[in-house]
């Protein structure tokens, strides 16, 4: 860094903007599942259903 005492003071303020930029987007993914209600494994849970369901279509041809 420069020893400019401007360039030490606009550093360090990008710092906290970042810092702040990041916390609010963080808290807007939270409030956006909260907002859908859904639940915490809802993919995992469909896709273990999806693959129920095709195995029960396979499962006669295939001999098992």
Request: glycine share 4%; proline share 2%; charged share 25%.
């Amino acid at each position: 860094m420069y020893n400019c005492s401007w360039a030490q003071i606009t550093y360090r303020s990008h710092r906290v903007v970042n810092k702040f930029v990041d916390m609010e987007r963080s808290k807007r993914k939270k409030d956006i599942l909260q907002d859908l209600h859904f639940k915490e494994y809802w993919l995992i849970n469909n896709i273990m259903s999806w693959k129920i369901n095709y195995f029960g279509h396979i499962k006669p041809n295939s001999g098992f």
